[in-house]
């Protein structure tokens, strides 16, 4: 439904009551509503539900699993304006401030995902949901029982005021997403109406039933839109607990959370405390845990998976490795580009910067051979172009092919542009001289050593990172750029700094990772239209304004099944990759853990689309 960012490897109003003039008093105009069919336990893209309606649990979780304990990690992911080095805020639905990771245990939604479908949500706070023929009007029915944990109950007015909030005050992804949501409705307490329009994205209603649900009356006080220290009231199985800033924070275990029984709770959320430890260094990091500062770590450096896990705990068996499968779609991780700088304009050097960067050699030397070369934008998923384009994809590429270039259009007939494989060297002449001539087509040429356009401005190029994991990586290619001619440098800035340059996108190239969902749709435009390349804070880091890509972005969308999803993400692959938009760098495909041996887990097979870690494990002994 979403894009998730990951780095190497996805409300209140302005003051009291009155903060409510902000929106107009009718927010949208309302037509009559369409009739609606049966009432439904769970939606899913193309309404195919693995579960029924009466099922006590999913099958990946213990319902036995005993309460207790403690789980702590550095946290893998992030999204929305949260860190990975540090946090400043409690409010993670914003743009501003550095959000605490783990902030969602706090709050509960109308629905939630079950991990063994690929995109498939199930009652939560709402019970039912009923949907117009049309597909425009969702109609949820909330539980009675849905409490705060102050007490107060959860009522649809919170619902229709957390969707409005984040739409016209939240983080610009998540604004971006319910664009196509045009009106959020109250019907009593325990009903809300959720309209969309007519072409919206398919996977919209289920964004917008995934959203955390904030309590309206706590909000009216404070606004929505500022980073904040102060603990906001939720609904969820955790409420935060200790915390400081920068170090770390703990979630604890609500012990009457009303929703505890739910078939979609059983057997999960075991753990007392749920604590995320936040170090500014990998190394320290890494320390920390064979400190047992924490005790469950994913490895994101293959040096380190390689050649440091040896210390005497692991040794005597108190720490445990597993390497377990991913297969979730690895998305794209690499080097963006950002072309709104001129000299990154043309293709054509945007591919020589590629032919300088040798990732045989990096592989081997600095990784361990322990990586593949990421080349798709869906990488490690079946919506990869791969091969020359079969009869489905060449149909959709004849509609479009107005909107391309001829250069593009006599690509897209072939093999998807991927980036070269070198000799293994480190620094590949015959790459390099390709390189060279690409940069000479562009009219760049050399003078006086250094590489200069026809005005005479030298080429530079600033690799901006926020922490120096990947800077060993990057040295070894601004070697080869520099042999171009290009003046290029690793800049390392501060947390705070660095997610400010990147939502102004005041940057040359960083490295990102975004994992694209299984069904991907309005998601897209976030990452890939035009709008989100003039939206400051957007996931579009490369300034990607393409009309065919817009184009193929709504095909996506507008997909009827699964079978023409796959056709219109691969053509959609290979026009991104025709457009040299970043410098791609590696995968893994499977997760590298270790932790303490302090954990019990359920003994059915994990979901296919998550770790389910800590969500499904349990302490040992309790």
Same mark, same amino acid.
């Given at each position: 439904?979403?894009?998730?960012?990951?780095?190497?490897?996805?409300?209140?109003?302005?003051?009291?009551?009155?903060?409510?003039?902000?929106?107009?008093?009718?927010?949208?105009?309302?037509?009559?509503?369409?009739?609606?069919?049966?009432?439904?336990?769970? $939606?899913?893209?193309?309404?195919?539900?693995?579960?029924?309606?009466?099922?006590?649990?999913?099958?990946?979780?213990?319902?036995?699993?005993?309460?207790?304990?403690?789980?702590?990690?550095? !946290?893998?992911?992030?999204?929305?304006?949260?860190?990975?080095?540090?946090?400043?805020?409690?409010?993670?639905?914003?743009?501003?401030?550095?959000?605490?990771?783990?902030?969602?245990?706090?709050?509960?939604?109308?629905?939630?995902?079950?991990?063994?479908?690929?995109?498939?949500?199930?009652?939560?706070?709402?019970?039912?949901?009923?949907?117009?023929?049309?597909?425009?009007?969702?109609?949820?029915?909330?539980?009675?029982?849905?409490?705060?944990?102050?007490?107060?109950?959860?009522?649809?007015?919170?619902?229709?005021?957390?969707?409005?909030?984040?739409?016209?005050?939240?983080?610009?992804?998540?604004?971006? +997403?319910? %664009?196509?949501?045009?009106?959020?409705?109250? &019907?009593? &307490?325990?009903?809300?109406?959720?309209?969309?329009?007519?072409?919206?994205?398919?996977?919209?209603?289920?964004?917008?039933?995934?959203?955390?649900?904030?309590?309206?009356?706590?909000?009216?006080?404070?606004?929505?839109?500022?980073?904040?220290?102060?603990?906001?009231?939720?609904?969820?199985?955790?409420?935060?607990?200790?915390?400081?800033?920068?170090?770390?924070?703990?979630?604890?275990?609500?012990?009457?959370?009303?929703?505890?029984?739910?078939?979609?709770?059983? !057997?999960?959320?075991?753990?007392?405390?749920?604590?995320?430890?936040?170090?500014?260094?990998?190394?320290?990091?890494?320390?920390?845990?064979?400190?047992?500062?924490?005790?469950?770590?994913?490895?994101?450096?293959?040096?380190?998976?390689?050649?440091?896990?040896?210390?005497?705990?692991?040794?005597?068996?108190?720490?445990?490795?597993?390497?377990?499968?991913?297969?979730? /779609?690895?998305?794209?991780?690499?080097?963006?580009?950002?072309?709104?700088?001129?000299?990154?304009?043309?293709?054509?050097? =945007?591919?020589?910067?590629?032919?300088?960067?040798?990732? &045989?050699?990096?592989?081997?030397?600095?990784?361990?051979?322990?990586?593949?070369?990421?080349?798709?934008?869906?990488? +490690?998923?079946? $919506?990869?172009?791969?091969? /020359?384009?079969?009869?489905?994809?060449?149909?959709?590429? &004849?509609?479009?092919?107005?909107?391309?270039?001829?250069?593009?259009?006599?690509?897209?007939? !072939?093999?998807?542009?991927?980036?070269?494989?070198?000799?293994?060297?480190?620094?590949? %002449?015959?790459?390099? =001289?390709?390189?060279?001539?690409?940069?000479?087509?562009?009219?760049?040429?050399?003078?006086?050593?250094?590489?200069? +356009?026809?005005?005479?401005?030298?080429?530079?190029?600033?690799?901006?990172?926020?922490?120096?994991?990947?800077?060993?990586?990057?040295?070894?290619?601004?070697?080869?750029?520099?042999?171009?001619?290009?003046?290029?440098?690793?800049?390392?800035?501060?947390?705070?700094?660095?997610?400010?340059?990147?939502?102004?996108?005041?940057?040359?190239?960083?490295?990102?990772?975004?994992?694209?969902?299984?069904?991907? !749709?309005?998601?897209?435009?976030?990452?890939?239209?035009?709008?989100?390349? =003039?939206?400051?804070?957007? +996931?579009?880091?490369?300034?990607?304004?393409?009309?065919?890509?817009?184009?193929?972005?709504?095909?996506?969308?507008?997909?009827?099944?699964?079978?023409?999803?796959?056709?219109?993400? %691969?053509?959609?692959?290979?026009?991104?990759?025709?457009?040299?938009?970043?410098?791609?760098?590696?995968?893994?495909?499977?997760? =590298?853990?270790?932790?303490?041996?302090?954990?019990?887990?359920?003994?059915?097979?994990?979901?296919?689309?998550?770790?389910?870690?800590?969500?499904?494990?349990?302490?040992?002994?309790?």
């Amino acid at each position: 439904m979403s894009f998730a960012t990951t780095r190497r490897t996805l409300l209140a109003l302005a003051a009291g009551a009155g903060g409510l003039a902000l929106l107009p008093r009718r927010p949208f105009a309302q037509t009559p509503a369409p009739p609606t069919g049966p009432e439904r336990h769970g $939606l899913s893209t193309f309404g195919d539900l693995k579960y029924p309606a009466d099922f006590p649990h999913f099958d990946y979780v213990d319902p036995q699993a005993p309460k207790g304990g403690d789980f702590s990690q550095i !946290g893998p992911t992030a999204a929305y304006n949260q860190s990975f080095q540090t946090f400043n805020s409690l409010n993670g639905y914003i743009l501003k401030g550095d959000g605490a990771q783990g902030v969602d245990l706090i709050f509960d939604a109308l629905m939630t995902r079950a991990f063994d479908e690929p995109d498939a949500v199930y009652g939560l706070v709402a019970k039912s949901v009923a949907v117009s023929e049309d597909g425009t009007l969702y109609r949820f029915r909330l539980r009675p029982e849905a409490r705060f944990h102050d007490g107060s109950k959860l009522t649809s007015a919170d619902v229709a005021f957390s969707l409005l909030m984040l739409k016209l005050k939240g983080h610009p992804i998540i604004a971006q +997403n319910l %664009r196509d949501m045009t009106s959020v409705t109250a &019907e009593g &307490e325990d009903a809300v109406v959720l309209r969309f329009a007519a072409k919206r994205a398919r996977d919209v209603p289920l964004f917008a039933a995934s959203l955390p649900i904030f309590s309206k009356a706590y909000y009216t006080a404070k606004p929505f839109d500022e980073s904040s220290l102060d603990p906001p009231l939720g609904s969820g199985p955790y409420k935060i607990g200790r915390f400081e800033v920068g170090r770390y924070i703990a979630y604890e275990r609500v012990p009457d959370y009303w929703g505890a029984d739910l078939p979609v709770n059983r !057997g999960t959320n075991n753990f007392d405390v749920v604590r995320f430890e936040y170090f500014r260094d990998r190394e320290v990091g890494f320390e920390g845990f064979k400190a047992r500062t924490y005790l469950f770590r994913e490895e994101f450096t293959s040096r380190t998976w390689a050649t440091q896990y040896d210390f005497p705990a692991l040794k005597d068996g108190r720490v445990k490795q597993e390497i377990t499968p991913d297969d979730n /779609p690895s998305g794209a991780q690499g080097w963006f580009l950002n072309i709104r700088r001129p000299q990154f304009s043309d293709p054509r050097v =945007r591919e020589a910067l590629s032919c300088a960067f040798d990732f &045989e050699w990096t592989n081997k030397n600095l990784m361990f051979d322990a990586y593949k070369r990421t080349t798709s934008f869906f990488e +490690n998923s079946d $919506l990869k172009a791969e091969g /020359p384009p079969g009869p489905e994809e060449l149909a959709l590429i &004849e509609r479009i092919k107005g909107r391309l270039t001829p250069e593009t259009l006599a690509e897209l007939t !072939g093999e998807p542009w991927s980036p070269p494989a070198s000799d293994g060297s480190g620094q590949d %002449r015959t790459l390099l =001289r390709k390189a060279a001539a690409l940069l000479r087509e562009a009219g760049w040429t050399i003078k006086d050593g250094s590489l200069v +356009n026809a005005k005479g401005q030298r080429f530079t190029i600033e690799f901006l990172d926020d922490e120096g994991s990947l800077e060993r990586h990057t040295a070894p290619f601004i070697k080869n750029l520099k042999v171009l001619g290009i003046d290029a440098s690793f800049r390392l800035v501060d947390p705070p700094q660095y997610q400010r340059r990147l939502n102004d996108f005041d940057f040359d190239a960083t490295v990102r990772r975004f994992s694209v969902s299984t069904v991907p !749709g309005e998601s897209l435009r976030a990452f890939f239209g035009s709008r989100a390349a =003039r939206t400051p804070g957007s +996931n579009n880091l490369s300034g990607i304004a393409s009309p065919a890509v817009d184009t193929l972005i709504e095909e996506v969308i507008a997909a009827g099944s699964r079978d023409e999803l796959r056709t219109a993400c %691969r053509v959609l692959d290979r026009v991104l990759r025709a457009g040299r938009y970043w410098v791609p760098q590696w995968y893994s495909g499977a997760h =590298r853990i270790a932790y303490w041996d302090v954990f019990e887990r359920p003994k059915a097979p994990a979901p296919r689309y998550d770790r389910a870690i800590p969500l499904t494990w349990w302490a040992r002994g309790t």
